[in-house]
């Protein structure tokens, strides 16, 4: 009997960075030769060092992959022997040694020890909690990493286990895992990793868990950008009122700034009075320094809500080059004039306009922001949004 993975896994992960990467034995027996050319595993542990992320090896990996090197090595002592001995007879070659693999288990284990601590990878030992009553209940059940097939599971499992034993004792919350096997894939072993907290991407090996570093470390950078537009946003809108005393009566907004490419959009041809409507976005400003000291330049973006004199031209948009004034109070009173093809009226229209400020951090916590003189239009406008 299958157990169904109890649904609360999530279906789609979002890249993130790793806090720990750990290498099962396959990414283990990709690693290059002691010696050898290391340049993919380099980059990908180059990277990893950015962006602090230790390499790890569970010990029934790095004994699975220690055995198979073994293997291999003999296997090659055993091809080489019988090569030397067909040699032998035809030249003057003395006889190969009776045990060519003498020692030789003790020298494989001891060159692999020394290119895990080259290559920066340490290994972690088996949990000594486990929960062997919980394994046996896995097998049985074939709950993966155990498989249908044949009594198949038991290492992935072992390592599954050591990972989230790991990642638990570091505080870890997100890992990558290098492993060519996609049973680590399986919803079962996600829903595993979900009860515990824990995120786990796999890659097939260290050429693709660079690219996914790479991926993640982008999607990490955006969102910090997101959240510290985010912050910054939200302290402006605590602020509004101090802001908008000093834009209103220092900002001149060109009319041309403020269309769209709309057909219907009106020619605004004056505007009778101003109201900030909120902050809805930041983000980083284009001017190099800040003009105050301690500050760090932004640019944000005010929703500002304008009664004006509007022309709504039938087939056309007419750009005039008036400036008005924001601080600008004159009686709104709701007018209509029609003429051929064009009517004006006066309405409330809702524009957006970018400001430059410099805003103070401390502590994580912004503490004071400050709007620059220069301030202008961004050049771009909302879509309208008109109340008749």
């Known amino acids: 009997m299958t157990s169904e993975p109890s649904g609360n896994a999530p279906t789609e992960i979002s890249p993130a960075l790793p806090e720990a990467i750990y290498l099962d034995a396959c990414a283990l027996c990709q690693l290059p030769e002691p010696g050898g050319n290391a340049r993919e595993f380099t980059a990908f542990s180059t990277l ?13 990996a790095v ?19 019988d090569a030397w001995r067909r040699l032998s007879r035809f030249t003057s070659l003395p006889l190969p ?19 895990l601590k080259t290559l920066g990878i340490k290994t972690i030992e088996t949990p000594r909690s486990l929960n062997l009553a919980e394994i046996v209940d896995m097998a049985v ?28 004792a570091r505080n870890a919350r997100s890992a990558l895992l290098v492993s060519g096997d996609r049973i680590f894939d399986h919803p079962d072993v996600a ?24 991926d993640a470390g ?22 509004l009122n101090d802001i908008w005393e000093h834009i209103r009566h220092t900002m001149t907004v060109p009319a041309r700034s ?37 500050y760090e330049p932004a640019r944000i973006y005010l929703d500002v809500e304008l009664d004006v004199l509007a022309r709504y031209m039938t087939h056309a948009v007419i750009l005039n080059r008036t400036e008005f004034s924001l601080s600008a109070e004159r009686e709104f009173q709701a ?5 051929y093809g064009r009517t004006e009226k006066e309405a409330t229209l809702t524009r957006s306009v970018s400001v430059e400020v410099d805003i103070k951090e401390e502590n994580g916590t912004f503490v004071d922001i400050a709007v620059r003189d220069e301030s202008g239009s961004d050049g771009k406008s909302e879509q309208m949004q008109e109340k008749r």
């Open 335 to 339: 007018t209509e004039r029609r003429g």
């Open 141 to 168: 059940r074939k709950i993966r990493p155990f498989e249908e097939k044949r009594e198949k599971g038991f290492r992935d499992t072992l390592i599954l286990m050591t990972l989230i034993g790991d990642m638990q």
């Open 48 to 60: 990893a060092t950015q962006w602090r992320a230790s390499i790890f090896a569970p010990e029934v």
């Open 218 to 239: 982008q999607y990490a950078t955006l969102a910090r950008r997101s959240d510290w537009s985010r912050r910054v946003a939200e302290f402006a809108n605590s602020r």
């Open 97 to 115: 040694p009776a045990k060519i693999d003498e020692g030789l288990a003790n020298r494989v284990c001891q060159t692999l020890d020394e290119q």
């Open 191 to 214: 829903d595993r990793l979900h009860k515990h907290g824990l995120v786990v991407v796999r890659a097939n090996n260290c050429g693709d868990a660079e690219t996914t570093m790479k």
């Open 258 to 294: 403020w269309y769209t490419t709309n057909l219907d959009e009106p020619t605004i041809l004056s505007v009778f009075d101003a109201r900030p409507l909120r902050v809805r976005g930041a983000r980083h400003s284009l001017k190099p320094e800040a003009s105050r000291a301690g």
């Open 63 to 81: 004994c699975e992959w220690k055995q198979h090197r073994y293997e291999q090595l003999r296997e090659s002592a055993r091809r080489l022997t």
